[in-house]
């Protein structure tokens, strides 16, 4: 994961709203991620910026409230979800 974050790395700045700490990040961020869940045998696709960041680079397990600024934009955290691996796999909702 450390050689990912390093290779294809976005600077983010992570607000943990129940702590109201604030940290420095280099996350992997994909902004037109597409998901797609089998609803009753139909397919739905939805679409909504992702970001993977290292359970090293954090002291806390992220919430669903938490803030992220990702190139001066505003993202809320809605989706919490272990990666399986070293990681954690946020999906983001914009905040205008």
């Known amino acids: 994961m450390r050689i990912c974050t390093e290779t294809f790395r976005t600077d983010v700045v992570y607000t943990h709203t129940p702590l109201a700490s604030t940290v420095n990040l280099k996350a992997i961020f994909d902004e037109a991620y597409v998901e797609v869940d089998l609803l009753d045998g139909a397919s739905v696709q939805n679409q909504r910026p992702r970001l993977g960041i ?9 919430d669903e409230s938490d803030l992220v600024v990702i190139d001066g934009k505003n993202y809320q955290v809605v989706v919490v979800r272990p990666d399986g691996e070293a990681g954690y796999e946020l999906l ?3 905040v205008i």
């Open 54 to 62: 290292r359970k090293l680079d954090v002291t806390f397990y992220p």
């Open 92 to 94: 983001l909702d914009r």
